[in-house]
C-alpha cells in the first residue's frame, strides 16, 4: 500500500465550478500536510499547509481529519488557470529524512471554458 | 540567488553511459534534497544531506547512483552505467531547518 493515496482523476470541470479531492495517508504519526500544485513538465510549489483546524486561502480551503488520516482540498469557483496536478503530500516521522516529503501521485484538475 | 537552480535542465544519454547532475540551493539553505518523478507518479525522496552530510538514503537509490555536497553548499547526483529506468525528471529542493522546500526546476533525464 502506497503511504498517501490519491485518486489520479482527471476530473473535468467547468470554469466556476467547485471540486473537491481527497487524500489518504497510512503514517499515523505523520507530522504536517500540505497540497502542491505542479503544472506540466516544472516542478511542485507549494499551494497551501494542511492543520487540523482547517485553513482556506482565497478560493481553496484545505482540511486534516487525523482520526481517519484524510486530506481534502476543495476549490470554489474554480478557473481556467487551476489546471494542473494537486499533489498531497505529509511528512515522515520527526528526525526522519530530515523531514522528507512523502508525494502522492497527484490529481489531473482540467478546466475547462 | 532567486532560487534553486538545476542543470542541465534535459540530458539524452545512451544506455551505459555515466551522467553528473548539478543542483545550486538556495544560499542560506542548509538542508538539500534529491527526488526523482516518473511519469503519472509523484515525486519520490532519494537522499538528503544537512550541509555536507549525507544524513540518509532511500532503498530507490541503488549502488550505480551517488549523490555529493561536498562544501555544503551546491551538489552532484550521478549516475553510473544509465538503464532505461532511470529516466525521470530529477529535482533538487533546500530548505532550512523547520521551513518549507524551495524546488528546482529539475533535469530531465532521457535514456535511450
Known amino acids: 500500500r502506497k503511504e498517501v493515496e490519491q485518486d489520479p482523476g482527471p476530473f473535468n470541470v467547468p470554469e466556476g465550478a467547485t471540486v473537491a479531492f481527497n487524500c489518504t495517508y497510512s503514517?499515523?504519526?505523520?507530522?504536517?500536510f500540505f497540497w502542491y500544485r505542479q503544472d506540466c513538465r516544472k516542478e511542485p510549489k507549494l499551494l497551501m499547509s494542511v492543520y487540523s483546524s482547517g485553513n482556506e486561502d482565497g478560493r481553496f480551503t484545505a482540511q486534516l481529519n487525523r482520526a481517519s488520516q484524510y486530506i481534502s482540498l476543495l476549490i470554489r469557483d474554480s478557473k481556467l488557470s487551476d489546471s494542473a496536478t494537486y499533489l498531497c503530500?505529509?511528512?515522515?516521522?520527526?528526525?526522519?529524512?530530515?523531514?522528507?516529503?512523502?508525494f502522492g501521485a497527484g490529481t489531473i484538475l482540467r478546466v475547462k471554458s | 540567488d532567486t532560487g534553486v537552480s538545476q542543470n542541465p535542465r534535459h540530458k539524452i544519454t545512451k544506455r551505459g553511459q555515466n551522467v553528473t547532475f548539478r543542483c545550486d540551493p538556495i544560499?542560506?539553505?542548509?538542508?538539500l534534497y534529491w527526488y526523482r518523478q516518473t511519469l503519472g507518479q509523484g515525486p519520490e525522496f532519494l537522499t538528503y544531506?544537512?550541509?555536507?552530510?549525507?544524513?540518509?538514503k532511500s532503498r530507490l537509490l541503488s549502488d550505480r547512483f551517488s549523490a555529493e555536497r561536498p562544501k555544503g553548499s551546491f551538489s552532484t547526483l550521478e549516475i553510473q552505467r544509465t538503464e532505461q529506468g532511470d529516466s525521470a525528471m530529477y529535482l533538487c529542493?533546500?530548505?532550512?531547518?523547520?521551513?518549507?522546500?524551495?524546488f528546482g526546476s529539475g533535469t530531465r533525464l532521457t535514456v535511450v
Open positions: 529542493a533546500s530548505s532550512l531547518v523547520g521551513y518549507g522546500y524551495t
Open positions: 503514517n499515523s504519526a505523520s507530522q504536517s
Open positions: 544560499s542560506e539553505h542548509n538542508r
Open positions: 544531506f544537512q550541509n555536507e552530510a549525507q544524513l540518509e
Open positions: 503530500v505529509v511528512t515522515g516521522l520527526p528526525g526522519e529524512y530530515g523531514n522528507k516529503l512523502v
